[in-house]
């Protein structure tokens, strides 16, 4: 199966086998934001990884899209991505004109979470939350082997969380959300405001280990306030594991060890869940892109 990651700053794609293993990978710069040509974008990569894997001897049965934001999995609809400016577009529809093959449209964060279940950190985990830190904030809960949508296709977006009302305004609209202080976007922009430098995310994370103040107070803002929003997930859904996975993860390790204290903190008779390391690091939402094809070929949902 083709599985294709869409983020915020690189599209994402793999040919992977039912086990999450991969055959072939690419990736390439998000650049278009929105709109036609960027569906246009989507169907070059998915005809390419087509057209290779077919030459490889083992041609693709269907194709597998994963994006951000409010997604309806059934129409294949891209209801609303405030990263990539995207408000209902038929992606899976667009693309599949493109390749001649089914095409599946599914949400980032279950994605990933589908793939570190079937192939990485959350093997025989039924209940459990993926976080993924990068551009944005994805999250989703998987219940019982399997992911949980919600009525509206909104379940698990733990990146809007509002942690603080008074809180910076979000790209969703609303004020405070978790994105706004634990985002990459976010880190850069705090750190500008508190020194006037512009750096990269994995530079702030490196100078607040090594005692820069104003870094540190940053990253410890992001923890904090990641705690408060994944304590208010525990408390409800009594999870048993936490994985945490994306770029922000692969570029300070010590990130988890803080947020399992500030979770120790703030859930005083709850259970504390574990908190892992996602496994498949940036390859998680591609191959879970292809395993939500696959289920769905199968007539399952994930």
């Avoid at 959300?177 to 976007?185: D, K, N, V």
């Avoid at 869940?273 to 939500?292: F, H, R, S, T």
């Amino acid at each position: 199966m083709v599985g294709i990651d869409v983020g915020g700053t690189l599209i994402k794609a793999a040919v992977a086998g039912p086990d999450g293993a991969i055959h072939r990978r690419f990736r390439t710069s998000t650049g278009i934001s929105g709109g036609e040509a960027f569906t246009s974008a989507l169907g070059d990569v998915a005809e390419r990884l087509c057209a290779e894997t077919a030459a490889d001897g083992y041609p693709a049965q269907a194709v597998g899209i994963a994006v951000p934001g409010i997604v309806d999995h059934v129409a294949g609809v891209a209801r609303y991505a405030a990263n990539l400016d995207w408000k209902d577009a038929p992606v899976a529809a667009s693309v599949e004109q493109r390749v001649g093959l089914p095409v599946v449209l599914g949400h980032d964060g279950r994605a990933a979470a589908a793939a570190e279940a079937v192939a990485g950190a959350a093997r025989g985990v039924d209940d459990f939350l993926f976080v993924a830190l990068g551009t944005g904030v994805a999250g989703a809960v998987t219940y019982k082997g399997r992911a949980w949508h919600g009525h509206s296709w909104l379940a698990g977006e733990i990146g809007h969380v509002v942690v603080d009302p008074s809180g910076d305004r979000c790209n969703c609209g609303n004020c405070g959300c978790l994105e706004t202080f634990a985002g990459s976007p976010a880190l850069v922009r705090r750190y500008h405001a508190a020194t006037g430098a512009s750096l990269e995310p994995s530079r702030i994370l490196r100078l607040a280990t090594d005692g820069d103040e104003a870094a540190r107070r940053v990253v410890e803002a992001a923890i904090a306030a990641l705690g408060q929003a994944v304590a208010a997930v525990q408390t409800l859904l009594d999870l048993e594991l936490v994985v945490v996975g994306g770029g922000l993860v692969s570029a300070d390790a010590g990130l988890l060890g803080a947020l399992e204290t500030a979770l120790t903190a703030r859930l005083p008779y709850q259970t504390i869940p574990k908190v892992v390391p996602a496994e498949l690091g940036a390859d998680a939402g591609a191959i879970g892109a292809a395993l939500l094809a696959r289920h769905r070929l199968a007539g399952e949902e994930w």
